[in-house]
């Protein structure tokens, strides 16, 4: 691999630098982007669902600076993240792709873990990269959940520099009582690695401090690189089992403890934004909110709420990959609630276009751009998204209508993938819950999505697959079973 990083790099670069060819340039060339690109922030929770801010209607859990941060900026409410779990809605908010087109999904292994072997490919394009040719300045901090190994970290894939557990807080667990390591849990209860850059600094991980010392960290950044654009990825490993509060916010929430890491994720975006504005470059800097997949309620009050939205985390049910989305630049985003749709697969060509930087062409985005939409109020330009579940297309929708061609609840709730000769159908636009099946009423939009999944399909080419491919090891942990269905 030593041989093989040096060339990757100079490809990555050249690639995103070049204006021909392999790239098309953006149209966005106004002389103040050329003179002084902007900022972008992405704060990425890890299994919050779209029920769990107060700005998204929950009675309880206290979020103050997110809900100011909606009412300054854009509040999304048709918002998804790429995939249903970890690393392959990960694969997809870096790169603009649907994990299916770089083997960063898995029927067998639905996420990476400590034992896994592959990780995101040395070919794919991530934003930091991207961004790079423009001359950012870029950090990822927090979660990974790309690779663990050292030819998949952050730092090999166009980040300056990272701080952050690898992978899931819940793995290498080393309590064998799992009812007492996750009901009641302690930092000494899982071994993971607290990492600078590319080395261990601290393990376990004390994750009674990660969220404030993830923050701690993005201020440092802000403050360091505020004399030129800057990229930072915060992706919080929160509040993604086990929970794990800050002595300042513990049995502060109505919510109890699920409550508590929220409000203390809410307080670390209020820093955020207080810092920008501090350093007068919030009219300079965009950052967008939201989370990586829907609320795991296979833990009942240790995992979050979906809200109107039908089940949760692991499923292609709209709980499941529909978001709380909070978009803000002040002074350049439209404040308001956006209806169209969005996805985190579009932050990646939105961001190019934005800082003047050219968007990828050598290969299939599934990403769009929706600088219009925050820029100018425009419709959102996505009208289709693809639910899939693993390497299975499960569902799709296009424009209101979704259609289901293969259903399957939670993990807690699971009977297996439910396969359906006749689609079924639902108005998302009138009901949100997809309760109410319309499918025998409308064959004509059956038809019309059948077509869609015919022509995206036809995009698609075999990959290795990066998620199935293991070191040797002891046998699986409790973390593992539950999390790899």
């Known amino acids: 691999m030593p041989t093989r990083q040096p060339r990757r790099r100079f490809l990555k670069t ?39 801010l107060g700005v998204f209607g929950h009675p309880t859990i206290r979020t103050p600076n997110l809900d100011r941060m909606a009412r300054e900026g854009q509040k999304w409410t048709q918002f998804y993240a790429a995939a249903s779990v970890c690393t392959p809605s990960r694969a997809g908010i870096l790169t603009g792709r649907l994990p299916i087109r770089n083997g960063m999904c898995s029927d067998k292994r639905r996420v990476l873990f400590p034992d896994s072997a592959g990780g995101l490919p040395e070919s794919e394009i991530t934003i930091a990269e991207a961004l790079k040719s ?29 701080f952050g557990i690898p992978y899931s807080n819940d793995m290498d667990r080393v309590n064998g009582d799992a009812h007492e390591a996750f009901q009641n849990p302690k930092p000494e209860y899982f071994n993971v690695p607290l990492m600078r850059n590319e080395e261990v600094v601290e393990r376990p991980a004390d994750q009674n401090t990660i969220t404030r010392r993830y923050t701690d960290e993005a201020i440092r950044i802000i403050q360091e690189k505020k004399d030129g654009p800057f990229f930072i990825y915060l992706a919080h490993n929160l509040p993604h089992v086990p929970l794990f509060a800050s002595q300042d916010f513990r049995d502060k929430s109505l919510r109890g403890l699920y409550g508590d890491v929220v409000q203390e994720i809410d307080a670390g975006v209020g820093r955020i934004l207080q810092t920008l504005r501090e350093e007068g470059l919030a009219e300079n800097t965009y950052v967008v909110f939201t989370s990586d997949n829907g609320p795991w309620l296979q833990y009942d009050q240790q995992g979050g709420s979906a809200g109107l939205l039908r089940d949760g985390k692991g499923t292609t049910w709209e709980g499941g990959m529909r978001e709380p989305t909070i978009v803000w ?21 939105t961001f190019c276009t934005l800082a003047g930087a050219s968007i990828p062409d050598d290969r299939v985005l599934d990403g769009l751009d929706l600088s219009s939409t925050w820029l100018e ?43 359906h000769e006749t689609p079924l159908l639902f108005n998302l636009n009138v009901d949100p819950g997809e309760s109410f099946n319309v499918a025998g009423q409308h064959p004509d939009v059956i038809a019309e999505i059948k077509t869609v999944v015919e022509q995206h399909k036809a995009t698609l080419s075999p990959v290795e697959n990066q998620l199935e491919k293991r070191i040797a090891r002891p046998a699986e942990n409790a973390a593992d079973a539950n999390e790899s269905k």
């Open 134 to 162: 423009r001359g950012y300045a870029t950090a990822a901090i927090g979660k990974w959940h790309l690779g663990h190994l050292p030819q998949f970290l952050p730092t090999r894939q166009g980040f300056d520099s990272y």
């Open 14 to 52: 050249a690639a995103c630098a070049a204006g021909a060819g392999l790239f098309s340039r953006t149209a966005f060339t106004q002389d103040a982007v050329e003179k002084s690109p902007p900022n972008f922030i992405i704060i990425f929770a890890d299994d919050l669902g779209y029920g769990d």
């Open 377 to 419: 109020e425009a419709p959102s330009p996505r009208k289709t998204m693809f639910y899939y579940r693993g390497e299975q297309l499960y569902a799709v929708r296009k424009g209101p209508w979704k259609a289901h061609f293969i259903s399957q609840s939670a993990y807690k709730f699971d009977k297996g993938p439910e396969k």
């Open 329 to 349: 630049g002040p002074g350049r985003v439209k404040p308001g609630v956006v209806n169209g749709l969005g996805s985190t697969l579009d932050l990646l060509p």
